[in-house]
């Protein structure tokens, strides 16, 4: 079932990066934290359908959205020039990301836009969780780093939360941990076999984290991901 969305308020969050607000009145968002909607319209004679994440939790009016534009993107172009008052048309809420158990150790392993999911699933762990939460976030540079504030702020005011930034081409004023984010698995952590670890990001990055997380012992019922990036990494 699709929706009729208004565009209630957008946001800059990175130069490339907008947040979105939408909101479907009389309806009531129900889904798994992790799961994502679509963003649907017709370019020419094509139909473009577009997977986007809610960073919000369930229960209300309203889906946020975190929307990096690229310039050949078809969708996240057009999604860069909505205003206020705009509608967009959403697909259901769907897809294999969300929380397995709220009563273990999770870890958040994500690059760039890849974070989307994981932000409202760490809010619904932070409000349900037992356990220990970490998120690791691989970036290119400090600037692009993208809800930095927010995460900023919940892990000052959750102590069962730990935050790592890694970047891969920081300026030199960075002081922080540099590489990929999957490099450090091994220096952050000292047991891979009751955790839950969730890795979302470009499939590359997806593959490679799973694959090391594998060798440093996580079994695989403990290793949580989209589950389409391997054949993308394949036919490439």
């Not at 769907?94 to 760490?122: C, K, Q």
């Not at 932070?126 to 919940?154: C, W, Y």
Request: glycine share 8%; hydrophobic share 35%; charged share 25%.
């Amino acid at each position: 079932m699709t929706h009729e969305a208004t565009v209630v308020d957008t946001y800059q969050i990175t130069p490339r990066v907008k947040g979105f607000r939408l909101r479907v009145p009389g309806h009531e968002f129900e889904y798994d934290p992790g799961q994502h909607t679509t963003v649907r319209f017709e370019s020419g004679n094509e139909e473009i359908i577009r997977p986007y994440t809610p960073t919000n939790l369930p229960g209300s009016e309203e889906l946020a959205l975190t929307i990096k534009r690229y310039d050949d993107g078809l969708a996240s172009s057009y999604m860069h020039q909505k205003r206020p008052g705009d509608t967009v048309e959403i697909g259901p809420i769907e897809g294999a990301l969300s929380l397995a158990d709220t009563s273990r150790d999770v870890a958040f392993l994500a690059s760039g836009t890849g974070l989307t999911p994981m932000m409202a699933m760490l809010r619904q762990y932070l409000r349900e969780g037992t356990g220990h939460a970490h998120i690791l976030l691989g970036e290119k540079r400090e600037e692009t780093i993208i809800h930095r504030e927010t995460l900023n702020e919940l892990a000052a005011n959750n102590r069962n939360l730990n935050l790592t930034f890694v970047l891969s081409d920081p300026n030199w004023e960075w002081t922080g941990r540099i590489g990929y984010a999957q490099e450090h698995l091994d220096d952050l952590f000292d047991e891979f076999t009751e955790r839950d670890f969730y890795v979302c990001g470009v499939p590359p990055m997806v593959v490679q984290a799973k694959e090391r997380l594998a060798e440093l012992g996580a079994p695989d019922e403990r290793i949580h991901s989209e589950g389409w990036e391997d054949s993308v990494v394949a036919d490439d």
